[in-house]
């Protein structure tokens, strides 16, 4: 047995979450939520990527919004994170599955230093570590790094987001030539930073990459109309 899945099974033991995180309901719990919170999650069903990405597909399992707001933010709390973590990283694990992408290794979006060392973990490395452990593939945790002092990305445009981001990720420590990567965020706006990630990937000689994001934010007003096509 997997060393993770022993672990998750010895803490829902000992520790078992008896109530929802989200809204405290005792109904039906399983895995930190309860089944009429996770009903209110809604898929993200759009599978398009831009004609230049210089990513081969991208799937984000949930539209960022309300509960699933709420448990991505989770993420960011030590103490917090681990049902969420396991929760996401069940779905997406799940989602490259049913896509039959044939990954070799698993690559976390960097954080910025500064900020990893405030809250002690990076929560996209948390969530790559377990979607590598579900997929039974390696973890590539140094592939990449972002460079200090980049600016945030919260209120530009996505001019200004793809401007912000090139040349903040820089190369890691380890090699991925020749190999195909899953690129693992928690979370996809624009698609500024996966982009800016995938190039580097790309040009450190992976063969291709593939994208997964627990959530995507919705910034286009049909997107509603434009998933019926
Ligand atoms: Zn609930």
Not at 4 to 25: A, E, H, I, K, N
Request: glycine share 6%.
């Amino acid at each position: 047995m997997n060393k993770l899945v022993l672990r998750d099974r010895l803490l829902d033991f000992f520790f078992p979450q008896v109530t929802c995180m989200l809204c405290g309901s005792a109904e039906q719990v399983q895995g930190g939520f309860c089944a009429e919170c996770i009903g209110k999650m809604e898929p993200y069903r759009s599978r398009r990527i831009p004609k230049d990405a210089p990513y081969t597909g991208a799937i984000s399992c949930f539209v960022y919004e309300d509960k699933v707001r709420e448990a991505l933010r989770m993420m960011k709390f030590r103490g917090q994170f681990d049902l969420p973590v396991r929760f996401f990283a069940g779905k997406m694990a799940e989602e490259v599955r049913k896509a039959h992408w044939k990954c070799d290794c698993v690559v976390p979006v960097p954080a910025e230093p500064r900020y990893e060392r405030k809250r002690g973990y990076n929560q996209s490395e948390k969530l790559a570590s377990r979607v590598a452990a579900l997929l039974d593939l390696p973890m590539e945790k140094k592939a990449l790094r972002k460079k200090r002092g980049t600016r945030s990305q919260v209120g530009l445009s996505m001019k200004q987001r793809m401007e912000n981001m090139e040349g903040a990720i820089l190369p890691g420590k380890s090699d991925v030539s020749g190999k195909t990567v899953l690129l693992v965020d928690d979370l996809m706006t624009t698609g500024a930073t996966v982009h800016a990630c995938a190039q580097a990937l790309m040009k450190m000689g992976a063969k291709a990459v593939y994208v997964v994001t627990a959530a995507h934010a919705i910034l286009e007003p049909d997107y509603k109309e434009k998933i019926k096509d």
